[in-house]
């Protein structure tokens, strides 16, 4: 075989698309198992979760920018009411930390949820996967 057409079989087989089609054991064990109808279900909520966590991070933030004082609630939270040394830092930072951890883990959900519906699409249209 010359060296050019093993080169451009090499290439196709590298850019084919059938690796990233192929469900991963972690899809497999989880979102293959789950019925079409309960994938479009999760998707929509996972996506109103995602809008819901991104509301509430801005509400907490206008909160803060607007003048709400929050060093009480995080105090009594935190340490029995005790002062706190640089409590209005971490009034900021459990918020974003929260919000990012579960902004996180929503768009990975949802990713693997449309990846799988992307999948089954495929497959009913003919493809191969």
């Not at 057409?5 to 991963?24: D, F, N, Q």
């Not at 909520?45 to 803060?64: E, H, M, Q």
Request: aromatic residues 6%; contains cysteine.
């Amino acid at each position: 075989m010359p060296l050019a057409s093993r080169a451009k079989t090499v290439i196709e087989a590298k850019l084919s698309p059938e690796g990233t089609r192929r469900a991963t054991l972690f899809e497999q064990l989880t979102v293959r198992r789950v019925a079409w109808d309960t994938l479009v279900r999760l998707n929509r909520w996972l996506s109103a979760l995602g809008k819901l966590a991104t509301s509430l991070y801005c509400c907490v933030i206008a909160a803060l920018v607007i003048g709400v004082d929050i060093r009480p609630a995080v105090q009594d939270a935190l340490n029995s009411g005790k002062p706190i040394e640089h409590v209005f830092v971490l009034a900021i930072l459990l918020p974003t930390l929260v919000f990012l951890l579960a902004r996180s883990m929503i768009g990975w959900m949802r990713w693997k949820v449309q990846r799988e519906l992307w999948r089954r699409d495929v497959e009913r249209l003919g493809g191969t996967s």
